[in-house]
């Protein structure tokens, strides 16, 4: 029996250095703990190539706000400004996004980090695709590990799949606190959807973003109270 196949029954790891093979084939696995920080994963994002978005952007993107933030919020893609700038939700979404934030007192330099399923942008703007999501997970499961959110909220559709798994509509969904991996996560309407809808009267989507964010304030009142 060779020394290959011996490795592959015992489940042993391979002799060579398999995280350099990381951004070159989505079939290489990212097992918890590859990274040591943020700066070293967006590195290997910076190189991707564990799918064919790697072919078309100018910038990978990978997050902002405070690497040890109580609470994550977990986008679908780059648009074209965040392409541009390497940075996730700093067009007219990510501008609304900071204002819904500021409602209850909550910033990105003290409180909040921000992410994306994909870190690469889809042409013009599609959605991602489910192999362009797996392959890129592994990197945002690695950015939950280090940031260590104790609230995570998943802003839109997109978001709510690609962590959970879970393919309901964003509308039958949002608001609920759902329990993930240990860490308490809740799907809010993503902010390009509030900007086409406008209104402010109750029911509204925006109205509803209230109620939410508020929903939020709260527990993490809660949770700083009970640490």
């Known amino acids: 029996m060779s020394s290959e196949i011996q490795l592959s029954l015992f ?9 350099e093979l990381i951004p070159t084939d989505a079939k290489i696995p990212v097992p918890p703990g590859t990274y040591a920080n943020i700066t070293e994963l967006a590195q290997h994002c ?3 190539h564990r799918c064919e978005l790697g072919n078309t952007r100018t910038n990978a993107v990978v997050g902002r ?3 040890k933030a109580p609470i994550m919020i977990i986008g679908e893609a780059p648009g074209q400004n965040e392409d541009e700038t390497g940075l996730p939700f700093v067009g007219r979404s990510g501008q609304l996004l900071e204002q819904i934030l500021a409602s209850v007192d909550l910033n990105t330099e003290n409180d909040v980090y921000i992410g994306n399923i994909n870190k690469c942008r889809p042409p013009n703007n599609r959605v991602p ?9 592994p990197y945002l499961l690695e950015q939950i590990r280090l940031v260590d959110p104790k609230i995570i909220l998943l802003t839109g559709a997109t978001a709510v799949k690609g962590i959970t ?3 309901r509509g964003i509308t039958k969904i949002r608001g609920q606190w759902i329990e993930w991996e240990g860490r308490l996560c809740m799907p809010i309407f ?6 086409r809808n406008p209104s402010k009267e109750k029911g509204s989507p925006k109205w509803l973003m209230w109620q939410d964010i508020q929903a939020v304030r709260t527990k993490y009142d809660e949770i700083r109270q009970n640490t």
């Open 11 to 19: 489940g042993e790891p391979p002799s060579f250095n398999q995280k």
């Open 46 to 48: 910076n190189n991707c």
């Open 65 to 67: 706000g405070n690497l």
């Open 129 to 137: 695709t489910p192999d362009e999501m797996a392959a890129c997970l």
């Open 165 to 167: 798994g879970d393919k």
């Open 190 to 195: 993503h902010p390009s959807y509030l900007l």
